[in-house]
């Protein structure tokens, strides 16, 4: 599935591509409108996701511009969420509308529905399955939720699993605690819950880190954790 992110914001934009590209998406994208609105008529997409508030060419431009000559899906996202800017986008040929606000899997399950709309993907036809993520000898599948640290499975609880999940997807970056735990918790966790540190605590254990020198997650004070590859 290619989609094209169009967004000033490019660590905006880098952000959802390293959330959607494990789920089986290739992500690119544009930081103006002008280019934006050209490269999304020049290539085919499986969805175009836009942002409304940008410099110079704004979002309902772009807009304006690719449903003139195209049908592709468009979520649209804006960081102030008025009632006329929802109208005027969906009124333009949106898809649909997502504040910037918005959290990792929400946007997932808006662009699946969105697409699946499209007729891009149908029940007998799924999106596609889920790459392995791999970092040092660490594989993980997020399909089978199989967890591999050199010849050995690794057993994780589902918390601990989704807990590895949503770090390696964000392999190399710094995750915070509320960030972790919306994408994670299956239930409400206060943001100053200590679960989250006990599971990676254990979820150290299982991997054979070393709490005080630890080799693929390590801490960031003040901040969050952060999924390395071990030597780098």
């Given amino acids: 599935m290619k989609i094209l992110v169009i967004d000033d914001?490019?660590?905006l934009c880098q952000l959802v591509a390293d959330y959607l590209g494990p789920m089986g998406f290739d992500v690119a994208s544009e930081n103006e409108g002008d280019a934006g609105a050209e490269?999304?008529?020049?290539?085919?997409?499986?969805?175009?996701?836009?942002d409304v508030m940008m410099p110079g060419c704004d979002g309902f431009e772009v807009l304006r511009r690719i449903r003139a000559k195209s049908k592709v899906p468009v979520l649209m996202l804006t960081g102030r969420g008025e009632e006329v800017d929802r109208v005027v986008g969906l009124?333009?040929?949106?898809?649909?509308?997502?504040?910037?606000?918005?959290?990792?899997r929400e946007l997932l399950a808006r662009l699946r529905a969105i697409v699946r709309r499209a007729g891009w993907v149908t029940e007998t036809s799924p999106l596609p399955a889920l790459k392995e993520i791999v970092v040092g000898e660490l594989r993980i599948n997020p399909d089978t939720h199989a967890v591999v640290l050199g010849d050995e499975a690794v057993q994780l609880t589902p918390a601990e699993f989704g807990l590895l999940l949503s770090l390696a997807k964000g392999h190399g970056r710094v995750k915070t605690r509320e960030q972790l735990i919306e994408e994670v918790a299956d239930r409400e966790w206060d943001v100053f819950d200590r679960a989250i540190d006990m599971h990676i605590s254990t979820l150290r254990k299982k991997l054979g880190d070393d709490p005080k020198e630890p080799r693929f997650i390590k801490t960031v004070r003040g901040y969050g954790y952060q999924l390395v590859t071990p030597g780098r």
């Fill in 39 to 50: 490269r999304a008529l020049g290539e085919p997409w499986h969805a175009i996701i836009l």
């Fill in 9 to 11: 914001d490019a660590e």
């Fill in 91 to 104: 009124e333009l040929g949106a898809d649909d509308y997502l504040p910037k606000t918005f959290s990792s």
